[in-house]
């Protein structure tokens, strides 16, 4: 996160929201399963969040890799 504050610009502020929503769905994730060990309809919600969270962090990753001037 402070990476992506201090670089700035639009893929950092996806990036950003990715994992702000990663954290979020997975600390609500765990709350649940406090409450409620045998209810899992909301794992596939939290995968999805994840997998978006991931995609982001990939096209950063790629972006920055492409600055650099390395091979992808």
């Given at each position: ?12 502020m ?12 997975t ?25 978006i969270?991931?995609?982001?962090c990939?096209?950063?990753?790629e972006t920055r ?8």
């Amino acid at each position: 996160m402070s990476s992506c504050i201090h670089k700035g610009g639009q893929d950092q502020m996806q990036v950003m929201r990715a994992l702000m929503d990663c954290t979020e769905m997975t600390r609500m994730h765990v709350d649940m399963m406090m409450r409620r060990p045998h209810g899992r309809g909301h794992v596939p919600m939290c995968a999805k969040t994840c997998d978006i969270c991931a995609a982001a962090c990939r096209h950063c990753a790629e972006t920055r890799r492409a600055m650099a001037g390395a091979t992808m």
